[in-house]
């Protein structure tokens, strides 16, 4: 149904609702609080939407919802963060931050497209993702569900995966809604604590956290969550001016807004800026939230202040008019449930799609010519915890990390799934090479460390290939870490293991950029590979021994030393030194970098007038890459600080070994609006710098000097 039908047709119901009904559509309730009891009591009193309930139990509530005086169907929100993964059935991808590795935003559109199917089959309508928060501060525990640290890459993947989850009609079968989140500024909060206060001006917040969410609404983007932050002291939930006139008025947003959770009563017990449920509803109804997640107190509140005069009933019909007007336009009055496409789950196809993210996913970052392994390698030492870890692998936002986290983490792993010492001993059985496997040492201490053992298989082979990283309780939400040295014995084994003589290839296999130290600087190869998801294993173990050819790229910093961060790349010019006197100037591995098994070139850089870039690339290395072009700009004399490079445009080009070829990108003026004093977006006139090349590195780059 196309949105001005799906509006009159709410205006119409919106009529007919006595006030109670209105309240209890605007609130969504959560099945793991209460259980089926409390959930069907909601249901019957007219909830408008549940999270965390799939299946037969949705199917349930949705029955009782529909028998209610008007009959109103409950829509179904889940975290599908990187397929649906609360589902132990369910296709996992790479997650976000590991897909924007591969710089490709038809593999975050085919995520997202192949996770809409397997969620819709589960009778569900709706998922919590795209993440579009900023990964600037590393601590954060959540920068795994991030695309990075850049706004314009996260902006271009963030807008493909909401293409991918909707398609062209809410309607559709196997399509669902997309809820670009948490609006906004959520990654920046002080010191990387989750939920804390971000120091952040609107004019920033203009110039950095705003854009991707720009693309999302541009994208058509159904929903919006609210962060649970606070910016300059004020709650976002509490906050008309980014909630609703930024957001509504600027950006034209007009699907619905969803609370974080629980975040309204957070204003009373966390936030302390309201004295109480029923002050803290209207607030959070007043600032622009349509539905309110969790607190199931907002009911009596918002009904008090109501009664009490202290609220106008025209909030609560806004917002109420928002939810309903989805709702009509995605039919769910006429198909109250999702019917995707059964059988899905697990079908080649979405295998297939996954295997593809997470070798797009893989980024070569450090090789002296170990690799590709193979030509007279006979015996190969696999260690690591990570290294046999699908948990790890998987990352945060699956069954083994939600709903309800499970501290034993005892739940069974689903197959298929291959972890990368599994990957390579497929390859070695194929190529007659022996491989052996130890742990080495646990990443969290666990007393069951047997360094002795690694160290004794790593002396017999002729290469080791070593997983460090982080596990499950270092990561995610409520879980920040002030020292992202990696845990445990990790470096000492390290030490021990490059004892021996051997080519080391590190494998980093984690939720975010870690300290990597030794592990990195003396390792002979490095490959990350973050949480790539059910294949990761063996897209891993394909790049090391030459498989495949890795084209990932980094679309975040990472730091030599926690006490160096913020390290991303769009630093603003004017430290004094450049660089804290103890650390180099520079990040252990940089925004944008990624190397392969070829080599890339670039020259012949020119801009005409209409903003056409064009640059000549050439893979001078010995087989087919994908090269991804990154074109940045510095704009040289600007009324506001200005970061010394900025990302504004990138494309991809595969190039058989010595082929070369023109590449056009086309920009627009827009790419060189800044946004000053007076928080106005332009372009002011003058001279900019345009950079062309493999990274954001100054030697990685090509420039020319244009005028605007
Ligand atoms: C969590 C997260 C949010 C998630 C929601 C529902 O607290 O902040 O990202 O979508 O609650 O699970």
């Known amino acids: ?88 059935s369910a296709t996992i991808f790479p997650s976000q931050l590991t897909c924007a590795c591969s710089w490709n935003p038809e593999v975050a559109r085919v995520m997202g497209e192949v996770s809409a199917r397997e969620v819709a089959t589960d009778g569900l309508h709706w998922t919590f993702s795209p993440v579009l928060c900023l990964a600037r501060d590393t601590r954060w525990g959540r920068v795994n569900e991030t695309f990075g640290e850049d706004p314009y890459l996260a902006g271009e993947l963030g807008a493909a995966i909401i293409k991918g989850y909707q398609g062209d009609d809410l309607s559709d079968d196997e399509h ?62 509490a906050d008309r001016h980014i909630m609703h006139d930024i957001l509504r008025d600027e950006l034209n947003f007009d699907g619905f807004v969803i609370t974080d959770w629980d975040n309204t009563q957070s204003l009373v017990w966390l936030q302390h800026i309201a004295a109480d449920i029923s002050e803290a509803s209207v607030m959070a109804a007043s600032a622009g939230n349509d539905m309110i997640m969790t607190t199931k107190g907002f009911y009596e509140g918002m009904l008090n202040a109501l009664k009490e005069g202290k609220v106008d009933i025209s909030v609560v019909d806004e917002a109420v008019l928002h939810i309903l007007t989805i709702k009509y336009e995605m039919e769910l009055f006429d198909k109250p449930e999702k019917k995707g496409e059964p059988g899905c789950f697990g079908k080649e196809e979405h295998l297939d799609a996954a295997r593809d993210a997470a070798r797009k996913s893989v980024t070569l970052l450090r090789n002296n010519g170990m690799l590709p392994l193979g030509n007279g390698i006979k015996k190969i030492a696999v260690i690591g915890e990570n290294a046999d870890n699908v948990r790890a692998q998987y990352g945060d936002w699956t069954y083994f990390t939600h709903p309800v986290p499970d501290p034993t983490n005892s739940r069974p792993a689903h197959r298929p799934y291959v972890t990368l010492w599994e990957g390579v001993k497929e390859i070695c059985d194929q190529e007659g090479i022996e491989a052996s496997y130890a742990k080495g040492c646990a990443v969290i201490p666990k007393g069951e460390d047997d360094l002795e053992e690694a ?7 002729d290469a080791i290939i070593y997983a460090v990283g982080d596990v499950i309780p270092q990561f995610g939400e409520f879980s920040d870490r002030a020292d992202l040295n990696l845990s445990g014995k990790q470096y000492e084994l390290f030490e021990l293991l490059k004892a021996t003589g051997k080519p080391i290839c590190t494998v980093l296999i984690s939720s975010k950029p870690l300290c990597m130290g030794i592990t990195a600087e003396q390792a002979d190869a490095v490959v990350c590979g973050f949480n790539g998801g059910m294949f990761a294993g063996q897209a891993l173990a394909e790049a090391i021994f030459g498989k495949i050819n890795p084209s990932g790229r980094l679309p975040i910093s990472f730091p030599h030393h926690s006490g160096q961060i913020p390290v991303y790349y769009n630093q603003m010019p004017g430290w004094h030194g450049g660089k804290y006197n103890d650390m180099p100037k520079t990040p252990l591995f940089a925004f944008g970098e990624g190397m392969g098994y070829s080599a890339f070139e670039y020259e012949n850089l020119t801009c005409g007038s ?34 010394v490079r900025r990302l504004i445009a990138f494309t991809q080009v595969t190039l058989g070994a010595g082929e070369s070829k023109e590449v056009q990108i086309q920009l627009k003026k827009d790419d060189f609006a800044l946004i000053n004093k007076k928080c106005e977006k332009v372009v002011e006139p003058g001279e900019f710098i345009l950079y062309a090349g493999h990274s954001s590195k100054e030697e990685d780059l090509i420039s020319i000097t244009i005028k605007m």
């Open 455 to 461: 160290v004794r298989i790593a002396k017999d082979a």
């Open 1 to 88: 149904m196309k949105r001005q039908l799906a509006v009159e047709k709410a205006k119409e119901l919106l009529e007919k609702m006595t006030t109670e009904e209105k309240v209890a559509q605007m609130i969504q309730v959560t099945y793991t609080d209460g259980g089926r009891e409390e959930a069907l009591k909601w249901a019957k009193m007219g909830a408008g939407s549940f999270l965390h309930v799939l299946g037969d139990d949705a199917r349930e509530l949705q029955r009782e919802a529909m028998k209610t005086r008007l009959g109103i169907p409950v829509i179904f929100g889940i975290d599908c963060i990187h397929g649906h993964g609360l589902n132990t």
């Open 176 to 237: 669902i809604l997309a809820c670009a989140k948490h609006y906004l500024a959520y990654g920046e909060a002080t010191g990387g604590r989750d939920a804390y206060d971000t120091e952040v001006t609107e004019r920033k917040v203009r110039e950095v956290f705003l854009p991707p969410f720009q693309k999302a609404v541009e994208a058509g983007c159904a929903t919006i969550m609210t962060a649970y932050g606070f910016t300059d002291g004020t709650p976002l939930t």
């Open 610 to 643: 209409d903003l056409q870039v064009s640059v000549t690339v050439k893979n001078v290395g010995k087989v087919e890459g994908t090269e991804t072009v990154q074109i940045y700009q510095n704009d040289c004399v600007s009324s506001v600080l200005t970061p």
